[in-house]
């Protein structure tokens, strides 16, 4: 049975904490459930991280729901969750529609979506048609060229406002709420006056879960990796370590080997040859 929303209420009841990591296609999100993850994110980071863009905005509805699948197919256990894309929640009619889908086609669980006071009337319109939703607040990917890439709510103005959102959104029917980039004091403060699970993402230790992205957590990319990430393995430079190896060996004709071909009779094969070159021609 999938982990549910009610599970995640509990979980935040007892001060137990949980993780949710991003998954993207089939194979990352069955290491994800046979890791214990118990909830698995759908993100339209694969803007970034899989199509190489600099940003998350060219990411679609199709691209989303399309993952989705792969990552539904691939777990039994996990809470699947669907971003909702840049444009894609603009209005109720536009949310429901793309919402729907996520549900219907995807078979998610649950979608994720990015505002605060804007997005309260599509948030409780959805859950008042039984999807559930999670909050995102803070620095928010789609609002990068407005917000900045830097930490949100610094100041009294910006801290007053986004408590203020987190409680409106929670109002609204949110089951959870991502914190990306807070201030730790601002998001331990939001955790605490809040019933629903805080999951935080450069937002300090204090909230009730974490969110990392997949390619931040397994080192898949060289170079320096966000503040809020922490690097549990370096599997980039082992895949690339691979990769290099199997090009050497199919130059030195290392590879493949006996033990990687099929054998054949040879008798079959001089019936073949005869068959179409003639007795004498091959």
């Known amino acids: 049975m999938r982990t549910t929303v009610f599970d995640l209420a509990k979980q935040k009841a007892e001060g ?4 949710m990591l991003t998954a993207y296609d089939f194979p990352s999100a069955r290491i994800a459930e046979a890791a214990g993850v118990p909830v698995v994110l759908v993100g339209d980071s694969m803007g970034n991280v899989v199509h190489g863009a600099p940003n998350t905005l060219g990411v679609t509805v199709d691209d989303i729901c399309r993952a989705c699948q792969s990552v539904v197919r691939a777990t039994e256990s996990a809470m699947v969750v669907a971003d909702m894309p840049f444009l894609s929640f603009v209005d109720e009619a536009t949310s429901i529609r793309n919402a729907g889908r996520f549900m219907t086609e995807g078979g998610v669980q649950a979608v994720k979506i990015e505002g605060g006071g804007s997005v309260v009337p599509v948030a409780r319109r959805l859950v008042e ?5 999670m909050g995102h607040l803070g620095f ?15 100041d009294a103005e910006g801290a007053r406002r986004l408590i203020e959102d987190a409680l409106a959104l929670q109002e609204a029917g949110c089951f959870s709420l991502v914190l990306e980039l807070v201030p730790a004091a601002l998001a331990a ?30 080192g898949l990319f060289d170079g320096r990796s966000p ?3 922490k690097r549990y393995a370096e599997i980039g430079a082992l895949m ?16 493949p080997t ?4 099929s054998k054949m009779d040879s008798a079959t094969l001089d019936e073949a040859l005869g068959a179409v070159y003639g007795a004498g021609e091959r």
Not at 16 to 19: D, K, L, P
Not at 240 to 255: M, N
Not at 258 to 261: C, G, R
Request: aromatic share 6%.
């Open 16 to 19: 137990r904490r949980f993780a």
């Open 227 to 229: 503040r809020h990430a």
């Open 258 to 261: 006996e033990a990687q071909s």
């Open 189 to 218: 403060e939001v955790t605490r006056r809040l019933t629903i699970p805080t999951i935080g993402i450069g937002a300090g230790p204090d909230c009730d879960a974490q969110v990392q992205v997949w390619h931040d957590l397994l």
């Open 240 to 255: 690339k370590e691979a990769v290099a190896a199997y090009v050497a060996d199919v130059e030195s004709g290392a590879f």
């Open 140 to 154: 928010t990917p789609q609002s990068a060229g407005v917000i900045g890439l830097k930490v949100q709510a610094k």
């Open 129 to 133: 048609l039984g999807i559930p939703v």
